[in-house]
């Protein structure tokens, strides 16, 4: 099993780091690499690949679909699926992205409490947190039911 070290997460009694690297050049696309993996962002004028905004904003999809499985497990659910639709608004003084909004669907057959698993997220979602405490963040949680 991988050690935090190994997956460039650095671990002391009350913090817990997070490193990468990543370049660009004034004629190629951005690579983020963290851990063996590499990301690929759009770094330049037309580029089609995701803007850093973009990428902030899908750190917060990511954070707020992980918490979805990490709290299926304590609140005892299960789900077929999860998605999540988010729209990040930005201003243009200062640029800033100011407000986020999102639709979070959990596929499941299961009685979930939404409230509890909106509320766990809210209180233990890093992404959510570091962005909640610079933004307005407004959303919901909703069950549908799994096809499965």
Known sequence: MPTLQENNMHMTSTELTYSLSATSSSTEEGKITSRSNKLVFGATKDSEL???AELLTGAFA??????????????KFSYDHAEITVTATR??????????SYDLVVYSNDAINTDLLLRNLQKFGTIYNTLNAVCE??????VCESEA
């Open 91 to 100: 201003q243009d003084r200062p640029p800033m992205i100011h407000k986020i």
């Open 62 to 75: 990511a954070c707020c679909l992980k918490n979805v499985e990490r709290f299926s497990t304590f609140m």
């Open 137 to 142: 963040i407004e959303g919901g949680i909703r």
């Open 50 to 52: 995701p803007s850093p």
